[in-house]
């Protein structure tokens, strides 16, 4: 069989994971299974990562594959935004807001906004603020919706997996304020249109985000298009926009 030298956090952990190969068969970073104590020895190591790790089972209540599209998609803005509150739409646990702050503590705190944030986001919460005592209650959580928050130029908003056509509201209410954003959008939904007559050449869900991309730079927004591993999840397309000043 093939070896590979781990290249990032997530192949380093999957490849302790299956011996000596990068293969998803032994531990799927995709896995809805939740991470629990038992699973600490999956993360033994001191990088950021591994404590994140280790944080996320201690609290016993996040599915697998959130641990792993959270910090792919958090350490991707990290390189392009610093600073900037964190607005965290349809945050559900919120993980992704408090990576974006252990990732760049220059940012005063974050907002996780969520209609029907899970009861166990403050285990979560708890378990992160007890490694980090330094981000403890900068993160805040309002059960709301997107409507309900009022976002200023300079958040760098994100949100991760918001259903449908929620990520469209979610860039129209970045752009609305000229703020930094980032999505990873999901379920995408043809029906409601927005493919630009680009399924010729394209599937549907990619027609979509295109057209998402090119309604950023529309708004006079310069445009990174990327992808968390596909391994983590196929829904793994990463929109990030900054306003041109
Ligand atoms: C697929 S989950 C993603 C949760 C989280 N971002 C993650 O990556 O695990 C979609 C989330 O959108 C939330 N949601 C639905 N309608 C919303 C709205 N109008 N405003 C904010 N969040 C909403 C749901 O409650 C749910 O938690």
Not at 43 to 67: H, N, Q, S, W
Not at 149 to 164: I, K, R, W
Request: glycine fraction near 8%.
């Amino acid at each position: 069989m093939a070896t590979h030298e781990p290249t990032s956090p997530l192949a380093a952990s999957l490849l302790r994971e299956s011996g000596d190969s990068f293969s998803t068969g032994a531990f799927s970073a995709s896995s809805k299974g939740r991470l629990t104590p038992h699973d600490l020895e999956r993360f033994p190591g001191d990088t950021l990562f591994d404590r994140i790790g280790r944080a996320v089972c201690d609290a016993g209540c996040l599915p697998r594959k959130e641990l792993y599209e959270a910090w792919e998609t958090a350490r991707r803005v990290r390189r392009l935004f610093r600073g900037g509150r964190i607005v965290d739409l349809a945050g559900g646990h919120g993980l992704l807001a408090h990576i974006m702050l252990l990732l760049d503590d220059t940012s005063p705190y974050a907002v996780v906004v969520d209609p029907a944030i899970p009861p166990s986001a403050a285990k979560l919460t708890a378990s992160i603020a007890a490694a980090w005592p330094r981000i403890d209650r900068r993160v805040k959580f309002r059960e709301a919706s997107i409507d309900d928050v009022a976002l200023e130029p300079s958040d760098v908003v994100v949100s991760c997996h918001a259903c449908g056509g929620l990520t469209d509201e979610i860039l129209d209410r970045a752009t609305f304020v000229r703020a930094r954003v980032a999505v990873l959008p999901c379920c995408h939904d043809l029906k409601s249109g927005g493919t630009g007559n680009l399924t010729g050449w394209v599937d549907g869900p990619l027609a979509m985000d295109i057209m998402r991309a090119e309604r950023l730079r529309s708004h006079r927004y310069n445009v990174w298009t990327q992808t968390i591993p596909a391994e983590v999840t196929p829904k793994n397309r990463l929109l990030i926009g900054a306003p041109i000043p």
